[in-house]
């Protein structure tokens, strides 16, 4: 008999947690087998979660647990590289954030509000749509209608045109509350630094290299809602 859909996710998820449970004990050891089935997930798509979970199950760990609505933040990721939107996505499901992504920003531009995060993770380039509608065009129009939502852009390509624009969009959906916070003006990249020509630098606020970890996610995305937690007091 053919196994059932649960069936292989769950065969899936035994086979990483007997190696989890086999190796030597170390922290490291088992940070490499739990790193070694995040690599394998990028490849499973809306399977990934329902793995993770298994997994963590399997080897003595408790799932993902709901936040409390105090605790509760709500991340949005705009992407169209599955790999890296599912796996962003599980990975801060895991630390208790609500998350919801979309491969297209068209299809954001309609379904964010509704979600009313309290981040906004937005790749650069978007080729889902036809025309192309990339980042920058969703942070425009969301201002012009006036939605106001902390944005964390990512790309690979930080020498591209796009990337400057979206980026240093991208910072004026934090720049006024950490102005507001610490009563200084913030280190951020000025137009002229996003100008063709200008490459941007790892280091700016609201930017997120690709290919990233989670150890640079993390911070990213704590960084920002340190800033903007006045948003939502």
Do not use: W
Not at 9 to 36: I, M
Not at 80 to 108: M, P, Q, W
Not at 136 to 150: F, K, N, T, W
């Amino acid at each position: 008999m053919k196994p059932t859909r649960k069936e292989l996710l769950e065969q899936t998820a035994r086979r990483f947690a007997s190696t989890y449970l086999n190796v030597s004990k170390t922290d490291t050891d088992k940070e490499d087998t739990d790193e070694c089935l995040r690599d394998f997930l990028r490849s499973k798509g809306e399977e990934a979660v329902e793995i993770y979970d298994l997994y963590l199950g399997l080897t003595g760990r408790t799932p993902v647990v709901e936040p409390t609505p105090d605790e509760e933040k709500r991340v949005y990721i705009v992407d169209d590289e599955n790999a890296i939107r599912i796996t962003s996505t599980f990975l801060l499901e895991h630390e208790g954030y609500e998350v919801r992504n979309n491969k297209s920003c068209k299809s954001a531009l309609e379904d964010l509000p509704g979600f009313n995060p309290h981040l906004l993770i937005l790749d650069c380039e978007n080729y889902t749509d036809n025309p192309n509608f990339h980042g920058y065009e969703l942070l425009e129009a969301l201002a012009a209608q006036q939605i106001d939502v902390p944005t964390l852009v990512m790309s690979g390509r930080p020498d591209s045109p796009t990337a400057r624009k979206t980026v240093y969009l991208g910072q004026q959906t934090f720049k006024q509350h950490e102005r507001n916070q610490l009563g200084i003006q913030p280190d951020y990249a000025s137009e002229d630094q996003v100008n063709p020509g200008r490459i941007i630098e790892p280091s700016y606020k609201g930017f997120l290299p690709k290919p990233f970890s989670k150890d640079l996610l993390f911070p990213s995305v704590d960084e920002i809602l340190a800033v903007t937690q006045s948003r939502y007091d």
